[in-house]
């Protein structure tokens, strides 16, 4: 895989601000989950660190899913962001990238229905704002040790009087964050988990002030970039959404109207970056440049899509206004450097999806760079 040698990419090396953050370049990296955080705990690591640190000339990293609490977790092995220990290794992360000349978000994660009772405190039922299973997989450790990917357990809906703590669920981490040297936090409002599921028609059949009508499936999500926004700033806090999105049965018959109406209320609050994970990637409709353009009309910060792209359509949408940055995934993955690699309009390494989740160094730390 190789760049159109003949077109500059004046636009992605231009600096920027996101939010009270300077930033070098228009080449985020995306949050990507790798399992690979230390046990007992769900503690990052050294490893961690020295992958986030080899990514360090991304404009911002966003760090992989980091759950809020036990309640919260998905997938086995992910990092948390809810104990000292956990503050501890994010802190080695944060300090390595940070020595290395980045910058990096956490992204925090409650994965909502998208869980099993083997995760959960006590062997708990997954929560949802309604109890509706979903057609997805969760990935656990069985009792006899072996990792397995199995079908989501059923949710039980939350009692409206249990959502204020949930709320607080994302707003201790924020702090917790804080304390562990994260320049930002990006919420996890996409991709089905907990954030998205009260948004979306398929996931919400509440009656209560959190269900039915369009402001009232956004409450929750607002709320949450409240308390964020109340530890961190709002200058300090992003959301990353994804309309139309159908990872993790996903199904909402307003995906555009909700779009639209977060990001005005979102414009409002004065937050620092909306980040728009594009639904194609998953089997989900290709978004249009007026669906786009919509979204830059009414969100006045830092406006940021993911999704499959390369240097040049990234080049392109900022060129044209629409977006501010683009964040990459897995191709930045596999290129450490990606930046140099887009500077350079060199080669760049082919992802290895066998080595995507769990594992120890391969797949994750030993991809080459330019240099070696």
């Known amino acids: 895989m190789t760049l159109e040698s003949g077109m500059t990419l004046e636009k992605l090396f231009t600096p920027m601000k996101a939010g009270s953050l300077d930033l070098p370049n228009r080449i ?190 956004a409450r929750f999500a607002l709320e949450v970039v409240d308390a964020v926004a109340a530890e961190l700033g709002a200058d300090r806090v992003g959301i990353r959404l994804s309309p139309f999105g159908v990872f993790n049965d996903m199904t909402d018959d307003e995906a555009e109207p909700m779009a639209y109406y977060l990001s005005e209320q979102l414009g409002k609050r004065g937050i620092a970056f909306l980040h728009i994970a594009e639904p194609d990637w998953a089997g989900g409709p290709p978004l249009t440049d007026a669906f786009r353009t919509g979204l830059r009309q009414r969100f006045g910060g830092t406006l940021v899509f993911a999704g499959g792209y390369t240097a040049e359509k990234a080049e392109n949408l900022i060129a044209r206004g629409i977006a501010d940055a683009v964040a990459f995934g897995r191709v930045f993955l596999a290129n450490p450097d990606l930046p140099e690699r887009f500077r350079c309009h060199a080669p760049l390494n082919e992802p290895d999806p066998a080595t995507f989740y769990g594992g120890g160094e391969k797949g994750y730390t030993d991809y080459s760079t330019l240099t070696g």
């Open 28 to 217: 985020w990296m995306a949050p990507m989950t790798r399992s690979r955080a230390g046990q007992p705990g769900d503690v990052p690591t050294e490893l961690n660190a020295r992958y986030y640190a080899q990514h360090a000339s991304a404009g911002l990293i966003i760090s992989e899913g980091s759950q809020v609490s036990k309640q919260g977790q998905g997938y086995a092995w992910t990092p948390g962001i809810y104990t000292d220990a956990q503050v501890a290794g994010w802190r080695k992360v944060t300090e390595t990238v940070h020595a290395a000349g980045g910058r990096i978000a956490i992204q925090l994660w409650h994965v909502g229905r998208i869980s099993h009772h083997l995760l959960q405190e006590n062997g708990a039922a997954p929560v949802a704002p309604s109890a509706i299973q979903a057609k997805s997989q969760s990935f656990v450790v069985l009792p006899d040790g072996t990792p397995s990917n199995v079908s989501c357990d059923p949710p039980r809906a939350l009692e409206t009087d249990e959502i204020p703590g949930m709320i607080a669920q994302f707003r201790n981490a924020a702090r917790r964050a804080r304390e562990a040297g994260f320049d930002m936090a990006e919420i996890h409002g996409a991709n089905g988990y907990l954030v998205n599921q009260f948004l979306a028609t398929g996931t919400n059949q509440r009656t209560d002030a959190y269900g039915g009508s369009l402001e009232n499936r």
